[in-house]
């Protein structure tokens, strides 16, 4: 079965670090496209960044020059490196999985950012 599994979200003060990480199983992982969601509560949930198969990435507006996106295909994970946070980086991330017809997602990981 498909799994993803994302880890490392926390509670954090303003101007820190957190890395994100999401393990997927069930897929070949090098041929998906990879991307972090997030979702506040009463907000849309939008795209913050992504990386192709071949390691093109890109980013929300927001976030540019915070976060990194990267991948271990060896190890079949995606991560979400994200500096300098801010409190309305508070939100649930969740680790999406693309190819063609095929989307997965995890259960999501909260991230709150303190002032």
């Known amino acids: 079965q498909v799994q993803l599994v994302e880890s490392g979200g926390g509670l954090v003060q303003a101007g820190g670090s957190l890395r994100l990480s999401c393990a997927a199983s069930g897929i070949t992982f090098s041929t998906y496209a990879m991307a972090w969601y997030r979702q506040a509560p009463g907000k849309q949930r939008e795209l913050v960044a992504a990386v192709t198969v071949g390691g093109s990435t890109n980013y929300a507006e927001s976030v540019k020059g915070r976060f990194a996106i990267s991948r271990d295909n060896a190890k079949n994970t995606v991560y979400l490196q994200m500096n300098s946070l801010k409190p309305e980086d508070t939100a649930v991330y969740y680790c999406?999985?693309?190819?063609?017809?095929?989307?997965?997602w995890g259960q999501g990981t909260q991230v709150t950012v303190s002032s």
């Open positions: 999406n999985a693309n190819r063609r017809a095929f989307n997965y």
